[in-house]
């Protein structure tokens, strides 16, 4: 079954850096568009970046222009989001998510608190 894991949140200063992973399984992850997540405390999840399967980059929040990278590694089945320049607002959980035959997975998401 398609499973989407998760890792690499914590707690950084503003400012401060971090490397989100997902470890894709189930299915046959260099045909799909992977995409990455957040949800805050109190609002609802909205969608961060994607990336096609040969990846190209389908869209960053303007939010997160020029902070953001998002990467895949089709060889590992990999999903990874590069996080700098990390602000308090980024504060949230991220989600790893595909869209399969019409259905939407998630991962159980990582916690990302920026805070000093």
């Known amino acids: 079954q398609v499973q989407l894991v998760e890792s690499g949140g914590g707690l950084v200063q503003p400012g401060g850096s971090l490397r989100l992973s997902c470890a894709a399984s189930g299915f046959s992850f260099s045909s799909y568009i992977m995409s990455w997540y957040r949800q805050a405390p109190g609002k609802e999840r909205e969608l961060v970046v994607s990336?096609?399967?040969?990846?190209?980059?389908?869209n960053y929040a303007d939010s997160m222009k020029g902070r953001f990278t998002i990467s895949r590694d089709n060889t590992n089945n990999r999903l990874y989001l590069q996080m700098n320049s990390l602000k308090v607002e980024d504060t949230a959980v991220y989600y790893c998510s595909t869209r399969i035959g019409g259905y939407a997975y998630w991962g159980q998401g990582t916690q990302v608190t920026v805070s000093s």
């Open positions: 990336v096609t399967s040969g990846g190209g980059i389908v």
